[in-house]
């Protein structure tokens, strides 16, 4: 069973994606409506002190949503996951 999607594990995995694609790992495909939803989101410091990553009121992050959550996915596959958290552990 994989662990919940959190903000812990959604701001990992959106250092994630930052550095695949700083590092020339991952590049993304031409669709206008994903580079819209990924520059348009917001982060917001909740009092746990992590960050809530989401698209602005009235605005969809479906597309930018499901390619953090193949960025994590990948950097679990490939044994690069930069963070200290459980996305994805496997729980007993």
Same mark, same amino acid.
């Given at each position: 069973?994989?662990s $919940? +999607?959190?903000n !812990? =594990?959604?701001? !990992?995995?959106?250092?994630?994606l930052?550095?695949?694609l700083?590092?020339?790992?991952? !590049?993304?495909?031409?669709? $206008?409506?994903? @580079?819209?939803?990924?520059?348009?989101l917001?982060?917001?410091?909740?009092? =746990?002190? +992590?960050?809530?990553? @989401?698209a602005?009121? *009235?605005?969809?992050?479906?597309?930018?949503t /499901?390619?953090?959550?193949? /960025?994590?996915?990948? @950097?679990?596959?490939l044994g =690069? +996951? *930069?963070?200290?958290?459980?996305?994805?552990?496997?729980?007993?």
């Amino acid at each position: 069973m994989r662990s $919940p +999607w959190t903000n !812990e =594990s959604k701001a !990992e995995a959106v250092a994630t994606l930052r550095r695949f694609l700083y590092q020339g790992r991952l !590049e993304l495909p031409r669709h $206008p409506e994903l @580079a819209s939803q990924l520059v348009s989101l917001e982060q917001r410091p909740l009092p =746990s002190g +992590w960050l809530r990553i @989401a698209a602005p009121p *009235g605005q969809h992050d479906d597309y930018a949503t /499901a390619l953090i959550a193949l /960025a994590g996915h990948l @950097a679990l596959a490939l044994g =690069s +996951w *930069g963070g200290g958290g459980s996305y994805g552990a496997a729980t007993a």
